[in-house]
């Protein structure tokens, strides 16, 4: 139950009684009405107070990913993808790519995969952002059977990577220590790919 709608039966409820109250001519029974209004305020405050600190402990993560690759084949760090990224709040990267296991199944949205995921500041290399991902390759509408009667030299055949992550403990710099989790989604068309990863480092 979120905070406005206990705070709506709280108030409710006081509201439901108070005809009740106004039928004693007790002093006592007077004295219930700034007692119950006092107690909904006092359950407002408390709880304004603590739903900010529930949310204050974790911090949103974006990154936007661009790459182009105008020849098959591994980038020269040995990626399967890298290209450039933008992280809110902490600036230019890069990013790479590197799967770890793929096991495919001739579906459009069947193959699996895993992969470990590195972005390294630019303006402070010393600062890498490790992520451990899984998911499914996606090729759209029925491609994915297409995707696997290619020759083995095509290229550039459109397909989506379509993942969750989270930290990996050997993250370093500003990321240390960082734990959270999130997903991402790349579109993979020709030479270009592109997308975001997004979650909350808690």
Known sequence: MNFTRLTKLLAGAAAGSEPCWRASPSPRSARLIPRAAMLVSALSIALTLAFPAVASGQTPFQADVNSTQIRPGLCANGAYACGTANLAGYGAASWNWYPTSVTAVQTSCGSSYTAT???????????????????????????????????????????????????????????LGLAGSGTDLIEIAGAHSGGSYSGTFG
């Open 117 to 175: 995921v590195d972005f390294i500041l630019v303006s402070e290399p010393g600062s890498t952002l490790v992520l451990d991902e899984a998911g499914n390759l996606c090729a759209p509408g029925n491609d994915g059977a297409g995707y696997f009667n290619e020759p083995p030299q095509a290229y550039g055949h459109p397909y989506a990577i379509v993942g969750s992550w989270t930290v990996d403990p050997s993250s370093t710099g500003q990321f």
